[in-house]
């Protein structure tokens, strides 16, 4: 079983509509959760990190479920330029511990 | 603030030569600093973690002899691909995390090796 699964898209979606991204991981003592973002051929972006209690930004929202192990991003009122992968991470030991990526989830906004 | 540089940003070279990229903290001090690989359509793979001032942690599967790193300061980790092979060629990525305890990683603009 891969260590966090993303549905990899590609979602094609109008601009101005609601898009969400479901991810589930596999440790559950994973401790830190982000969404980042990729744009082709380069670095990864955070986007915002994933709270217990669900957190907010802008257009982004994001939940977190630890009993189900699953971690979602939702996008309100998309942009073109939300056009992207979108990788959800988990860091598994809270310490030192490198990230664990998903494979990533492609957006695409179309006009 | 929190950028991170690599150097060089696309290197291509033929196979059995050794490649060195670094990576530097421009604006902020990391004692650990993590190398990720990415193969086309596959996600971020960790490769390796760098302390400084002690040995790499090498992940399961990575060959601690092919892939050197050192990391002589907290600004600076380098990884070195020796002998490369054309299955080495991948986007090369590191990051850092600062010493403030954040959870963040702020990562680097990758390095794309082409081993011919």
């Known amino acids: 079983r891969k260590e966090v699964e993303q549905d990899p898209g590609p979602f094609n979606v109008p601009e101005g509509a609601t898009v969400a991204f479901n991810c589930t991981y596999s440790n559950s003592a994973s401790q830190s959760f982000f969404w980042y973002r990729q744009d082709c051929r380069k670095e990864p972006k955070l986007l915002m990190s994933?709270?217990?209690s669900g957190n907010e930004d802008g257009r982004f929202t994001a939940q977190l479920n630890r009993a189900s192990q699953y971690i979602s991003l939702l996008i309100r009122d998309s942009k073109l330029s939300d056009s992207a992968t979108y990788l959800c991470v988990v860091n598994p030991g809270g310490g030192a511990d490198g990230l664990t990526f998903g494979k990533g989830t492609h957006l695409i906004i179309q006009p | 603030g929190a950028v991170v540089s690599q150097h060089p940003s696309w290197v291509i070279c033929k196979s059995g030569t050794s490649v060195k990229i670094e990576c530097r903290s421009l604006?902020?001090?990391?004692?650990?600093m993590f190398w990720y690989r990415q193969f086309p359509k596959q996600s971020l793979m960790l490769m390796a973690t760098?302390?400084?001032?002690?040995?790499?942690?090498?992940e399961q599967g990575v060959e601690k002899d092919k892939f050197l790193i050192n990391h002589a300061s907290l600004t600076l980790s380098t990884l070195t691909v020796t002998s490369a092979h054309p299955e080495d060629s991948s986007f090369y990525i590191c990051?850092?995390?600062?010493?403030?305890?954040?959870?963040?990683?702020?990562f680097g603009p990758g390095t794309r090796l082409l081993v011919l």
């Open positions: 604006d902020f001090q990391a004692t650990t």
């Open positions: 990051s850092a995390k600062p010493l403030s305890g954040i959870e963040t990683q702020y």
């Open positions: 760098s302390n400084e001032g002690s040995k790499a942690t090498y």
């Open positions: 994933v709270y217990s």
